[in-house]
């Protein structure tokens, strides 16, 4: 996805499925080999390649994918491998991770701030800066070859627009290395 000159890449989409019937956990450890961790089943696919998880009420969380459409064909391949009805399967968006480039070095360490779109601050640790966006409601991690991961993000044209937002903020208050 570009939007003003920032390309967009989506690196994982978290969604929930919900069946008609509850997923019974020991029947994913039984018949198709997942595994239980706590108090979920975990279950590796590799075509399409996903991983899944079924909570403690029987619902799919669908890890390791892009797209909606990749996550459904996970959620459908997990219940006919158990004799499942697939129809009334009722999805839930969950958080997307982003990413994208500014292509231009960010002095990260002049990111100290508050404004009306957020809190920004430099992570040592990490060595980036970090930006609780709350204009777009996402968290931003820029680094200082530019390149920028997002997290808790809910669409990926959120992350877009949060891309343009600061892209525009670094250049008028002098964040990028000349």
């Keep these: 996805m570009v939007a003003g000159g920032v390309d967009v890449r989506v690196e994982n989409q978290i969604v ?10 020991e029947s994913v450890v039984a018949q198709i080999g997942g595994q239980r961790s706590g108090g979920v089943v975990i279950k590796a696919l590799d ?4 991983t899944l998880v079924i909570d403690g009420e029987g619902r799919i969380v669908v890890h390791g994918t892009h797209r909606v459409d990749a996550a459904r064909a996970a959620a459908k391949e997990l219940l006919l491998r158990l004799g499942l009805d697939d129809s009334g399967l009722q999805t839930e968006l969950g958080p997307v991770i982003a990413s994208f ?12 701030f508050e404004t009306s779109a957020g809190l920004s601050e430099y992570n ?3 060595g980036c ?3 609780n ?7 931003l991690y820029v680094w200082p070859n ?3 991961v ?6 990926p044209n959120m992350v877009a627009m949060s891309a343009i937002y600061w892209k525009n903020q670094f250049e008028e208050n002098n964040h990028f290395v000349a």
């Design 16 to 25: 929930r499925f919900v069946s008609s019937q509850p997923i019974d956990q």
């Design 47 to 50: 075509k399409p390649r996903a």
């Design 101 to 112: 480039n500014f292509d231009r070095e960010v002095d990260v360490e002049s990111l100290n």
């Design 124 to 126: 040592q640790r990490l």
């Design 129 to 131: 800066a970090v930006i």
């Design 133 to 139: 966006d709350s204009r777009h409601n996402l968290k």
């Design 146 to 148: 530019g390149k920028c």
């Design 150 to 155: 997002t997290t808790d993000a809910r669409h």
